[in-house]
């Protein structure tokens, strides 16, 4: 089994679900520990972001996650049917100021551009579609690991 | 992802193993505002066994020090690996936090 689908219709234990079918898909593809967490850390960042943002309209949503193992790369396909969202719109968060003046708000995003190899985001009619590519070589983000 | 917690002295040191991420790090900042609760506390979090951090944890980390800051107390955290070293890079973290290499080090610091 090379893919697995995530559906999630409420914001408790999502995140853990993706993960662990994320985690069954890697045990059984030999999947290197750094792509691994890499994508991890990115679907935490990707459905955290949905699931505070766009579930909070009072109305019923649905999120489907599409994790596949390919020959190079782990990719996800994260749809959701909330409000139009871009989270590559966010703004680049301040990395250099100081304690006092330090936000958390953008280090999400800015995870999933630096961690992943490739990063889309498109609105097709009524769904949000973000895709998630990480190469499974060690070292595989454009911007290179310390 | 699991804790551990123990006394040495007056430091509060706390282990943290696993995953450090949107479902794990609310339980880490609830330990560390009850360790961080009066003033002049010193608290360590060891991370050798952490796996990752995603900005859910690097948030709790954050009030955690700007807590410590605001109430003369000390929050040294050590035993970074290099994975956790490199999001701790990216996020701009290194210098922001007082980290050391090894638990006794950071014992020493806190204290």
């Known amino acids: 089994m090379r893919r697995a689908v995530v559906s ?7 995140v853990e679900e993706v993960q662990a079918s994320l985690d069954g898909l890697a045990a059984h593809h030999a ?14 960042e990707a459905l955290t972001n949905i699931l505070t943002h766009g579930f909070d309209d009072g109305e ?6 599409t994790l596949a193992i390919e020959p190079t790369t782990i990719r996800a396909e994260i749809e959701d049917d909330c409000a ?4 590559l719109s966010a703004a680049a968060p301040d990395l250099t100021a100081s304690l006092k003046d330090r ?7 800015h995870f999933m551009r630096r961690l992943m190899s490739e990063v889309s985001y498109s609105r097709i009619g009524p769904r ?3 895709v998630l590519r990480r190469a499974l070589e060690t070292g595989g983000t454009e911007d290179g690991n310390a | 992802m699991e804790m551990h917690e123990e006394q040495v002295g007056a430091v509060t040191a706390l282990a943290v193993k696993g995953r450090l991420d949107s479902t794990t790090a ?3 900042g609830a330990r560390l505002e009850s360790a961080m609760a009066r003033p002049g506390a010193s608290v360590v979090v060891d991370f050798v066994n952490l796996e990752y951090v995603s900005s859910a944890g690097f948030r709790v980390l954050l009030i955690a020090s700007k807590r410590a800051d605001e109430s003369a107390s000390r929050l040294v955290l050590s035993g970074l690996s290099a994975k956790v070293r490199h999001l701790f890079d990216l996020g701009g973290f290194l210098d922001l936090f007082s980290i050391t290499a090894s638990r006794e080090e950071a014992l020493k610091a806190a204290s």
């Open chain 1, 128 to 130: 949000n579609r973000l």
């Open chain 1, 8 to 14: 999630i219709t409420r914001a408790e234990g999502a």
């Open chain 1, 84 to 87: 139009a969202f871009d989270p």
């Open chain 1, 103 to 109: 936000r958390v708000g953008g280090l999400g995003v």
């Open chain 1, 60 to 65: 019923p949503h649905r999120i489907e996650v």
């Open chain 2, 26 to 28: 609310p339980l880490l």
């Open chain 1, 31 to 44: 999947v290197p520990p750094d792509a691994l967490c890499d994508m991890q850390i990115a679907l935490d």
